[in-house]
């Protein structure tokens, strides 16, 4: 991250100079504990865990006052399942079997809610046994499912989310998601969508967590460059399929108490069981500290494509289309799409500097919104960052390859309108 992409900001963090509640976390080692909602600000998140792509713990203090907090959990600490019956009870929902391996994740099939919850319930009551094996609902899109409901509010150091904000535009799909699952119920090892950040608060329950810092994935993959499915697993001791594991790095270990939330930095592969009934909210996001990451994750998607279907490139005359297509299905995105992606990004950025916001649409929960409340040099920062991977994506070969002529504006225009809004910002 160089300094002169972040010197466009350093008016709006002033408040660095005021304590940070810790020090880094150092990989391998120690976890920050952020106690206090009143003394810890953004600008201390941005600069002591989002940049460095450092992890931390945000108290229970931080979701006290949800509505799942106090509606979803009973007086002992347990999922209400006669609450969330009543609310979600017709709902369909994804929800994946952790004793069954289907290539390097769980197999996932959709239930009703009722359904689910008659387990669940079985499950406790047969010592957390069942013929039908451990399930585990993820990946809920209850947000958007039930946008009405009184479930969380998205904390301010988050709500720089650039995926929400760009996916919410398309309407087709977002990255918020609720899970629910018995003691016992975990998910295998993974980086997180596009290597994004996450973060994940525990409404009730208890989670472990298995940490490796960025990279050291590496030392993780089997002799045909496979990461495992499991990173405790007994194989991984053998060198002859994992010649490099112990030169890893032991896993950060988190274990998340009720009501906390779990920051996870961009890149970071982990490996999290639900050391009790556990029911937790997640989202994943991306936004200018880690767009970069996202970028050469794409680059490096599309290599692999292209490693993969080599052998036809000759006598495909759409080769690199089909490397794009394939990509897309593999990842959710291609290089035309990231291209939209930062297009309405910078849009609503500059919007935001060139005309304002009113105090009505202050009060409603926009991007625009959230862009607005952390500062118009925070939208400059964001810009800059959009800038910097906007001209790499223009120079890169496989993106001039395909047919640009649908994207509106050109990515020559795009860029010189977000330099000029950049410009005039800075005056």
């Known amino acids: 991250m160089d300094r002169a992409t972040f010197a466009c900001s350093t008016a709006f963090f002033r408040e660095h100079n005021s ?87 769980n197999p996932k ?24 094996g451990c399930l585990y609902l993820k990946d809920w899109h209850l947000s958007r499912a039930f946008p009405a409901q009184d479930v969380y509010t998205t904390p301010v150091y988050f709500s720089s989310d650039w995926l929400n904000e760009y996916w919410d535009a398309t309407a087709v799909d977002d990255y918020r998601f609720v899970y629910m699952g018995p003691k ?23 989670k472990k967590w298995l940490l490796y810092p960025a990279g050291q994935e590496e030392y993780l993959k089997d002799l045909h460059g496979n990461l495992p499915f499991d990173v405790t697993a007994p194989a991984l001791q053998d060198k002859s399929v994992y010649p490099r594991y112990h030169q890893s790095q032991p896993p950060v270990e988190i274990v998340q108490e ?48 292209q490693r993969e279907i080599k052998q036809w490139k000759d006598p495909m005359d759409d080769w690199h289309l089909q490397c794009q297509l394939i990509m897309k299905s593999c990842t ?6 990231f291209y939209n992606f930062l297009k309405v990004i910078a849009e609503n950025r500059i919007s935001i500097l060139e005309k304002g916001l009113d105090d ?31 001209t790499s994506l223009s120079a890169n070969e496989d993106f001039k390859k395909l047919d640009l002529t649908s994207l509106s504006p050109p990515p020559e225009v795009l860029l010189h309108h977000l330099k000029a809004a950049i410009d005039t910002a800075l005056l």
């Not at 959709?110 to 039908?132: A, V």
């Not at 779990?262 to 997640?282: A, C, K, M, R």
Request: hydrophobic content about 40%; proline content about 5%.
């Open 332 to 337: 959710g995105i291609d290089y035309k799409e």
């Open 184 to 206: 016992g119920s975990w998910t295998p090892f993974h980086a997180d969508v596009f290597r994004s950040y996450s973060w994940s608060a525990n409404i009730c329950g208890r």
């Open 360 to 390: 009505e649409a202050l009060a409603k929960n926009t991007p625009q919104a959230a862009i607005s409340t952390l500062g118009m040099l925070h939208a400059v920062f964001d810009l800059k960052r959009t800038v910097k991977v906007l």
């Open 109 to 132: 099939q959709q239930l009703p809610f009722k359904d689910y919850i008659k387990y669940w319930q079985e499950y406790i009551r047969n010592g957390y046994h069942s013929p039908r």
């Open 19 to 105: 304590s940070s509640q810790g020090a880094f976390c150092l990989p391998g080692g120690h976890v920050d504990f952020i106690e206090k909602v009143e003394t810890f600000t953004y600008s201390d998140f941005f600069r002591d865990y989002l940049i460095p792509n450092h992890p931390c713990i945000f108290s229970a203090k931080f979701t006290e006052d949800w509505g799942s907090r106090r509606n979803w959990v009973t007086w002992d600490g347990k999922p209400n399942f006669d609450h969330l019956l009543q609310k979600f009870g017709e709902a369909l929902v994804p929800v994946a079997n952790c004793d069954v391996k289907e290539y390097n994740s």
């Open 258 to 305: 009720a009501g906390e939330i779990v920051f996870i930095p961009s890149g970071w592969h982990h490996q999290v069981y639900n050391l009790e009934d556990t029911i937790s909210i997640n989202h994943n996001w991306v936004n200018g500290c880690n767009v970069a990451i996202m970028w050469c994750f794409l680059q490096d998607e599309l290599a692999a494509v």
